[in-house]
């Protein structure tokens, strides 16, 4: 996989085994993997509860393209926990968030799609935007191969800036407003108080679809931000660990934007519309979301991760304190970032003027050659269920001889 090239060093670490929070390379040595497959493995490696359901699927026949009983329990499980409950399923985050566009579209009969500068949402065409200096709307750096211009499907805002999101929403071309509740993807950047309430009141003033990307913010608790910070989408995402390792995506509606779906559309043309894959809600997917939320991602897991990532956050910021580092540190629940910057930022570019290629190139090798994986792309870690204490101390200890290095 082409991101693969990006890992620090010639060639990527090849994988003989991966269990709970830690993995063996190819040459048997045993690594703390604080990147969890990029959020993939936030379950933890091969969690036993879902391997056993998964397994068990596995062998009662996996793809049939009809539902199994689990589609029902695990749509009511991402209803409690996210609120909304009409659900649909996917094999990946980026489907989701591609569905759900063209619904939006579809509803509001709106070309346009706005989203964050510097957002991440998965190989999502109208999400590689961003704005220049100007202001104006341009293609992200390295986008391969954009179908049209960005400006003509995409409105870009700053994170946290109200009045540029009232702006872009008064013109009525925007179907769906595109947000992870906290970015992610560009270092941690935290909302504003005030701001989801304020990006909530214009989407209902202006008659626009809301959709919030959970599938990192899940790190935050049970039901991601949206639970914890009682957020009121109309639309949800989340992907990646829910699946405890097999490829599973849902996104799901309130009733009121579920039944402006389901009139909208004409069951004859169902399977040529544009959403909806052949292995989309295959029976191991749903298998593995119905044991990973049920028995591995529970409230109780969560409680664990996020004080892992607390005792992560406490040993990163005491060692930027004790080398007068320039550098904070950002935790969101059980998944925390540092970046080359004094304060924490405020929107995306801010975050994105802090990057520093080579250093982070530098930091993660370093932390490799001492059998610790982070996050590539970032100085990000994520806490699993099996993360422990000991897990952490590695990292500080680590992160104590790099620093030492470096000031
Ligand atoms: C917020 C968010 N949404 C969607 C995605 C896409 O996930 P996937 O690559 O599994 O489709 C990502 C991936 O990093 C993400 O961070």
């Known amino acids: 996989m082409l991101w693969m090239a990006k890992w620090p060093g010639p060639w990527p670490v090849y994988v003989d085994v991966a269990g709970g929070s830690h993995f063996t390379c190819a040459d048997g040595i045993d690594h ?3 990147c969890l497959g990029d959020t ?9 509860e879902s391997v056993k359901a998964i397994s068990e699927q596995l062998a009662r026949g996996s793809t049939t393209m009809l539902p199994t009983a689990d589609a029902a329990i695990a749509a009511s499980l991402l209803e409690e926990r996210f609120g909304v409950p009409s659900w649909q399923f996917s094999l ?9 566009i063209r619904y939006a579209r579809q509803v509001t009969g709106r070309p346009k799609i706005l989203v964050i500068d510097h957002c991440y949402h998965g190989t999502v065409d109208e999400a590689y935007a961003t704005l220049d200096e100007s202001g104006q709307v341009i293609e992200r750096r390295g ?6 211009p960005p400006a003509l499907t995409t409105a870009v805002v700053p994170f946290n800036d109200i009045p540029a999101m009232d702006a872009a929403l008064s013109t009525r071309e925007i179907a769906a407003v595109l947000i992870e509740p906290a970015l992610t993807n560009i270092g941690i950047v935290l909302p504003d108080p005030g701001w989801h309430d304020a990006v909530r009141d214009l989407c209902d003033r202006t008659g626009t679809i809301l959709i919030i990307d959970e599938t990192h913010t899940l790190s935050a608790g049970p039901g991601g931000m949206i639970a914890r910070d009682g957020l009121r989408p109309d639309a949800v995402v989340v992907g990646k660990s829910i699946g405890g ?3 599973a995506g849902a996104y799901g509606m309130t009733a009121e934007f579920a039944t402006s779906v389901r009139d909208s559309l004409v ?4 399977d040529v519309g544009g959403v909806g894959g052949t292995l989309a809600g295959n029976a191991l997917s749903l298998a593995g979301i119905r044991a990973t939320l049920s028995q591995v991602l529970t409230a109780s897991a969560f409680d664990s991760m996020i004080d892992r990532s607390t005792e992560w956050t406490d040993g990163v910021q005491t060692l930027i304190d004790e080398f007068g580092a320039p550098w904070q540190v950002t935790q969101l629940g059980a998944r925390a970032e540092y970046s080359f910057r004094e304060t924490a930022p405020h929107d995306g570019a801010e975050a994105a003027d802090a990057d520093d290629f080579e250093l982070q190139q530098f930091l993660h090798l370093h932390a490799l050659n001492r059998g610790i994986l982070i996050t ?3 100085n ?3 806490m699993s269920p099996a993360t422990t204490s000991a897990d952490v101390a590695r990292h500080t200890a680590a992160f104590r001889s790099a620093l030492q290095a470096l000031f």
Do not use: K, Q, W
């Open 32 to 34: 703390v993997d604080l």
């Open 40 to 48: 993939g493995a936030m379950c933890g490696h091969a969690p036993p």
């Open 92 to 100: 990946s985050a980026t489907d989701a968030n591609r569905a759900l």
């Open 143 to 148: 986008n391969i191969g954009a179908p049209v």
């Open 245 to 247: 390792g097999i490829p």
């Open 267 to 270: 069951l004859e043309d169902i």
């Open 376 to 378: 590539p792309f970032h």
């Open 380 to 382: 990000m870690a994520l």
